[in-house]
């Protein structure tokens, strides 16, 4: 029951941009730290940015500039806002979960929104 679906993804020309939605369902929201991932062909799966459950933001430092994440807890909600997009950014973006406890760390997964920058 628990799900993470991904939205807003599509093809934008280099210097565009483009905001990623994820909506969550069937657990704690707010207990969660979000985070955006990507992953390209033929390369490992890469942290994007995270927001805690408090609201504080990290960032891939070749994303920092370009990139903000936020969430809306009230509508179990995480965003993505992309901007000067780069045809380096093309990759399958995954919303991403997870609650980190004394004893366990739980994960979830979405199953992804394509982003290709390309003109």
């Known amino acids: 029951q628990v799900q993470l679906v991904e939205s807003g993804g599509g093809l934008v020309q280099p210097g565009g941009s483009l905001k990623l939605s994820c909506t969550a369902s069937?657990?704690?929201?707010?207990?969660?730290?979000m985070s955006w991932y990507r992953q390209a062909p033929g390369k490992e799966r890469e942290l994007v940015a995270r927001i805690s459950s408090g609201g504080m933001t990290i960032f891939a430092d070749s994303m920092k500039e370009r990139f903000t994440i936020s969430r809306d807890n009230a509508k179990n909600m995480v965003y993505l806002q992309m901007n000067f997009l780069k045809p380096e950014d093309t990759a399958v973006y995954y919303c991403?979960?997870?609650?980190?406890?004394?004893?366990?760390?739980?994960?979830?997964w979405g199953q992804g929104t394509l982003v290709t920058v390309s003109s």
């Open positions: 991403n979960a997870r609650a980190t406890y004394v004893w366990n760390t739980v994960d979830y």
């Open positions: 069937g657990f704690t929201f707010s207990y969660y730290a």
